[in-house]
C-alpha cells in the first residue's frame, strides 16, 4: 500500500507493507554514506537488516527515551558525520520511535544546510504520527521540540512486522494517537476503532494506513502549521503540560489531555476507547504516584511553542469527527483541567 504526500518538490511516498523493512535497499537510495540514528531500545535486527542495503552504514545509537532528545545528542550525530566525511549526496535513516525520528530528521535537516533523510518507524507511535509532515526537532530545558525545522523525508517505510517486538504500552500510546486522529477528522475510522479496537486487531494495517491518510491530507493542506495543521494538536496542548510534569509516555498523555477538551457525550466516547486500550482516562494513585498540582501542569502547557498573545490555540470538539479552535487563555485551561481531574 502506497499512501503519496503530495508536496510539490518535496513529495514523498509512505509505504505500507509487511516485510517492507527487508527490501529497504529497493525503496530508498542507499548507495551512499548512510547514517542510521537508532536507540538502545530499537531490536538489533532492524538496524543489521537496512545496514545491510547500505554502501556504507554509520551507527547513531543513542539511549532510549525523551530525555535523550537534545541538543547534545543533536551535535553528537552531526559529529559524527563530520568525522567519517558525510557530503550533501549521503543521507540519514532514522530507525526507531519518534526520538528517533526527530533527532534523526533534525541533523539531516541541519547538516550541510539539508541532506536527505528517510524514516522507518518502529513503533506504532512513530508509524501514525511522526512519520508524516517533515517536523523535526529537540527539546531545550524541559520545553517539548522547541529547537527544530520542517525537513520532509524522501520516503517513509511502515512495515507492521515490527510491531510483534513492541511491548503494550508502547502499543496503546500508538493506539492513542490513532484515537486522537479519528476523533477529530473522522468519524467512520472513530466508530470502526469503537467496533474493532486496535490493539489486536488482525487488519491493524488498514487501521495504519487510515490515519496516516488522514495526516497526509492535512499535511498537504497545511505544511507549515499556519491554519488546519493544528487540528493534529488536539490533545496535546494539556498532554505537554501532563507529560513534562508526570514523566508519562507521550501517547498516554495525549489520551489524557483530550479530555478536558471534549463535550461530555464526546468525552464518554473517547473514554471507553481509551480504556479498552488500556490508556489512562485519570491521573489518580495507581496511574502515577502523585497527581500532579495543576498550576505546574498549565504552566509547563502555556510553554507550548504555539502560545501567542498570553493564549494557546486549542482544538475542541463538541462532536465526534469535526473540531473548532479557540484561543483559551491559562485560567480558561485551568478550568477545563479542574473540570476533569479535579
Known sequence: MIIPVELGKDSY??????GALGR????????????????????????????????????????????????????????KMLKEGFSRKDCVVAVGGGVAGDMAGFAAACYMRGIDFYNV?????????????????????????IIGAFHQPKGVIIDPDVLETLNPRQFACGAAEIIKIA?????????????????????????????????????EEDEKEKGLRRVLNFGHTLGHGIETVTGLYHGECVALGMLPVCSP?????????????????????????????PDKVIEAAMHDKKAEGGNI?????????SFRFEAASQEKLMKDYLEVFG
Open 13 to 18: 511516498d509512505i509505504i505500507i507493507e509487511r
Open 24 to 79: 529497504a535497499a529497493e525503496i530508498f537510495n542507499l548507495d551512499r554514506k548512510v547514517m542510521i540514528v537508532t536507540d538502545s531500545q530499537v531490536p538489533e535486527k532492524y538496524y543489521f537488516s537496512l545496514a545491510a542495503g547500505c554502501k556504507v552504514s554509520v551507527a547513531g545509537i543513542f539511549k532510549a527515551g525523551e530525555a535523550s532528545k537534545t541538543p547534545e545528542n543533536f551535535l553528537n550525530i552531526c559529529n
Open 121 to 145: 518507524p518502529t513503533t506504532l507511535l512513530s508509524q501514525v504520527d511522526s512519520s508524516v509532515g517533515g517536523k523535526t526537532a529537540v527539546d531545550l530545558d524541559g520545553v517539548k521540540n
Open 183 to 219: 476523533a477529530s477528522m473522522d468519524s467512520e475510522l472513530f466508530e470502526r476503532i469503537e467496533r474493532e479496537g486496535v490493539a489486536g486487531n488482525p487488519r491493524i494495517e488498514e487501521i495504519i494506513a487510515a490515519a496516516v491518510a488522514l495526516k497526509a491530507h492535512v499535511v
Open 265 to 293: 457525550a464526546v468525552r464518554d466516547r473517547i473514554k471507553k476507547v481509551l480504556e479498552r486500550e488500556n490508556l489512562p482516562v485519570d491521573l489518580s494513585k495507581g496511574v502515577i504516584e502523585e497527581a500532579p498540582l
Open 313 to 321: 490555540v486549542t482544538v475542541r470538539l463538541d462532536d465526534i469527527g
